[in-house]
């Protein structure tokens, strides 16, 4: 099992582009989540899908959208990109039983918006 | 709303030496508090983690403690070794909901 992949691993923007990071799973987890992490301040999330079909906002969903395509693929899109989206992207997965909340975590996509 | 809270933000022990971070959340309904690891340059992952139904668990040099009442909780590392040095996460989280909401983390360095 390759567990929670994401692409691409490392991204230059200029101020204004958009572009879409991916995520997959394949542990058949119900939910996933998109995280950023900046120096200081954690793990903030910035949207969530409980489940297929459904999406709502984290903490920090301004300047974000999200997909959940199917049940393995949840996409992250920038529409139009700026300086302050400068940051580490982790996507999660989780099953979120009472005897299994652990959040399995992507590799990051490490993104720098010039 | 929901907030975690995490001291230290930095800490440097001696190798052998333990280590001690403190968290505090603000939901009542919190019942799942979990602790992640990050390597440099690495994904998190986690560590260990409790539940409201128990004050204490451990897990070989890692424990961690839970007070309900005052909203606390804390991850205790001992006889600490190079490979520790990482950043640690705590977390909260209840049953009912979907959201983890994450602390900000201390960076640990264990110097041998």
């Known amino acids: 099992n390759a567990g929670v992949t994401q692409t691409p691993k490392f991204q230059v923007l200029k101020t204004g582009q958009s572009m879409t990071l991916q995520c997959a799973q394949d542990?058949?987890?119900?939910?996933m989540y998109w995280y950023r992490q900046d120096p200081g301040m954690g793990l903030r999330l910035i949207y969530y899908s409980a489940s297929e079909g459904t999406t709502d906002k984290g903490e920090v969903p301004n300047g974000y959208n999200v997909s959940r395509l199917n049940k393995r693929e949840f996409s992250l899109r920038l529409e139009s990109a700026a300086p302050s989206q400068t940051s580490v992207y982790f996507c999660?997965?989780?099953?979120?039983?009472?005897?299994?909340?652990?959040?399995?975590f992507g590799p990051g996509t490490r993104l720098t918006v010039t | 709303g929901e907030n975690v809270e995490q001291h230290p933000s930095t800490l440097s022990v001696q190798e052998g030496d333990s280590a001690v971070i403190k968290c505090t959340y603000s939901d009542s309904a919190s019942n799942y508090f979990p602790w992640y690891k990050q390597e440099l340059g690495k994904r998190p992952q986690l560590i260990i983690d409790i539940r409201s139904n128990v004050g204490e668990k451990k897990d070989q040099r890692i424990a961690v403690t839970l007070n309900k009442t005052a909203k606390h909780f804390s991850l205790h590392i001992t006889e600490t070794q190079p490979e520790d040095s990482a950043v640690y996460f705590c977390?909260?989280?209840?049953?009912?909901?979907?959201?983890?909401?994450f602390g900000a983390g201390t960076r640990l360095f264990v110097k041998a």
């Open positions: 977390a909260s989280a209840h049953t009912g909901g979907f959201k983890t909401i």
């Open positions: 542990m058949n987890h119900n939910s």
């Open positions: 999660a997965s989780s099953e979120l039983t009472w005897g299994d909340r652990e959040q399995y």
